[in-house]
């Protein structure tokens, strides 16, 4: 688990240096809007409610090994970790999160507008962010490798995946 979290740190880091973007709808313009507004509940302290479908998955994979590896967020404050071929597949137990840390999780999800940001670029090492919330599931991906075409597009995704890491990678030791 720790060679997997120096990895995580590790690509992070070069993803915060490398950030890159390109984007690409994939959702149709008169779909539902789930991400709310970008100051709710910040600026009054107060939270938005937490779907009950809420999940949230962060990982990051490929390279010369073609492995994916991160973390799975449920509605309930359990955290999954997996690593393999395929992103999410094989979860194992990683921990549990207080239910105000999932809440907290979910108003920055929609602080940053998540569901409505468009990335789909892949490279050697990609990164991913998924996010299911009222019956919709959106999905970005992107590559540290490429040239950004819309940096502050990648800071956001970099930034938001930084912050959600630093939760869930912990959810584990602080249960002992």
Not at 52 to 77: H, M
Not at 113 to 136: C, H, K, P, W
Request: glycine share 10%.
């Amino acid at each position: 688990m720790t060679t997997l979290r120096l990895a995580l740190t590790g690509f992070l880091c070069l993803g915060i240096l490398c950030c890159c973007s390109t984007t690409k709808e994939r959702k149709p313009a008169d779909a539902p809007d789930t991400a709310g507004s970008a100051s709710s509940g910040t600026a009054t302290g107060t939270l938005s409610s937490l779907p009950a479908d809420f999940s949230c998955r962060v990982g990051f994979g490929g390279g010369i090994t073609g492995l994916w590896s991160g973390y799975t967020l449920e509605a309930d404050g359990t955290v999954l970790s997996w690593e393999g071929r395929i992103a999410g597949l094989d979860p194992q137990p990683a921990g549990q999160i207080p239910t105000e840390a999932v809440q907290r999780l979910w108003q920055l999800v929609q602080d940053r507008q998540f569901m409505t940001l468009r990335s789909d670029t892949r490279g050697n090492m990609t990164y991913m962010i998924e996010v299911t919330a009222g019956g919709r599931t959106h999905t970005a991906w992107w590559s540290a490798e490429a040239r950004p075409a819309k940096p502050d597009l990648n800071r956001t995704l970099t930034e938001l995946r930084s912050s959600l890491l630093d939760v869930l990678s912990r959810a584990g030791s602080e249960q002992h």
